[in-house]
């Protein structure tokens, strides 16, 4: 029986050996960045698992993995105009669903003006965080979305009435005419 590392029929004689020369190294090294395992490096340079791990055990593979979200923009202009593009693109998603174009775009006037009145810090955490987006969504949108089925309801209910509901249709509240208070006393 020989021994683990013998020549055939050289009794006697030293394991044989690799020896690591500054280009396997290299090699390994450039292997690890690759993001190969110290097994699969081995395997690739003729030698074992651990050796592999010896020689290039202190490197680090260099794979870049996807951040989780992206970091946005800080300047305040480029938040306000990437957020109102957002809310814009959400409310064209649904346009089946809107009542008409003069909602939608109310609404993306009221996203703007609000945007606009935010800090950069406001303005930072609505970009990173969905859910503090959503609220804002349904803080706009579900106020102006009841007016409108409020209005709409009414129209529906007068109909039969005779009486002319054809310039009964939506407006933005800020649109409308607003009479001022009577006022009861007598000056």
Known sequence: MRKRGSKPGGEGTRPTRHRATQGNVNRMAELRRQGLTFKEIGARVGWSERTARRKVGHIQPQIELPRSRPEPDRDPAALRKRLAEMFSAHLQKGWEHWPSARFVAEANRQFQERLGEMDPQTLHLVA?????????????????????VSITRMQQQLQGSGLDVSQMDWRPPRERKREPPEDDEET
Not at 128 to 148: A, I, N, Q
């Open 128 to 148: 990173l965080d969905g859910r503090v987006r959503s609220k804002m969504y349904l803080e706009v949108v579900g106020p102006l979305y009841r007016d409108f």
